[in-house]
């Protein structure tokens, strides 16, 4: 599938990853038409599938998302309108993000505040570099709440204290890579210098896993999050069951077994090539 004439989105597919570069000066605004390239690349990604991870970056090293765009807040009525019943706007698109049965990663190099803080958090997996990220929501400052589900998603990851500290002071004591990755923000807090190769071999090396299964695995952690347990259990055991009837997951298994990775020798090497590759993901402090 060709991806093209995008205004903000820069997007190429390589290996089953789509890297999805951001480039909308002069901070990253989301505005209309950052809003219209993700609706229309969303439309798009959802039904290719040659693409099983999406990394999202910027062009801009200093900007990731700086924000949404505060002009169009100053548009929303004087009166507030009755309660929603059903999801809308960004907040539609966000949980479709969470759902989506592809792996989406960001990698956050720069500044990422209010709504871009919440646009990352929509997202599987964060990764910050350590001196140049920036993390904060912001809104009180204004006199507004975040907008976008950040005090729900922050609550979830942070808990309840540090998810208040963070709506009502992160504007004055915005957040370091080093910070986030100690609440519980992000993933991990890289050097800036290793970032790249990180989450590109990262997202590689989940592109190697059949779509199916991927999907699966998703939809068993998003189970494990909303679900009690009993019933999470339940649906994992469902889903395993269909991962093992899967035609791909029977030839991997036979081939596995071919090939002698259960034998001692083999399950000694593997652990060898498993340890080297954690101590070079250690050695990045």
Not at 44 to 52: E, F, L, N
Not at 67 to 95: A, M, Q
Not at 230 to 239: F, S
Request: glycine letters at 8%; aromatic letters at 12%; charged letters at 25%.
């Amino acid at each position: 599938m060709i991806y093209k004439n995008y205004k903000v989105f820069k997007i190429e597919v390589n290996q089953g990853v789509a890297f999805v570069t951001i480039d909308n000066p002069p901070t990253n605004l989301i505005d209309m038409l950052f809003w219209a390239d993700m609706e229309r690349f969303f439309y798009q990604v959802t039904r290719d599938d040659d693409v099983r991870v999406i990394v999202f970056q910027s062009a801009d090293p200093e900007f990731f998302i700086s924000h949404y765009d505060v002009s169009l807040l100053t548009e929303y009525p004087d009166d507030p309108p009755p309660k929603p019943i059903n999801l809308g706007g960004w907040k539609k698109r966000f949980i479709e993000f969470r759902t989506l049965p592809k792996i989406t990663i960001a990698k956050i190099e720069g500044i990422v505040g209010g709504g871009g803080n919440e646009f990352i958090l929509s997202l599987d997996m964060r990764f910050g570099a350590i001196g140049k990220a920036v993390f904060s929501q912001g809104e009180a400052s204004l006199g507004i709440i975040a907008g976008g589900g950040g005090t729900h998603w922050l609550t979830r990851l942070l808990g309840r204290a540090r998810a208040l500290e963070v709506m009502l002071s992160s504007f004055v004591f915005p957040f370091s890579a080093e910070m986030a990755e100690r609440y519980g923000w992000i993933n991990r807090a890289l050097p800036s210098d290793k970032i790249g190769d990180f989450v590109e071999e990262l997202a590689y090396s989940i592109a190697y896993v059949p779509a199916e299964t991927i999907a699966l695995i998703k939809k068993s952690i998003i189970a494990a999050e909303e679900l009690p347990v009993k019933e999470a259990l339940l649906e994992e055991d469902h889903l395993f069951n269909i991962s093992t009837s899967l035609p791909e997951s029977k030839k991997r298994m036979k081939e596995y077994l071919e090939a002698g990775y259960q034998t001692r020798e083999k399950e000694l090497e593997v652990a060898k090539v498993l340890e080297e590759s954690s101590e070079k993901v250690d050695k990045k402090d």
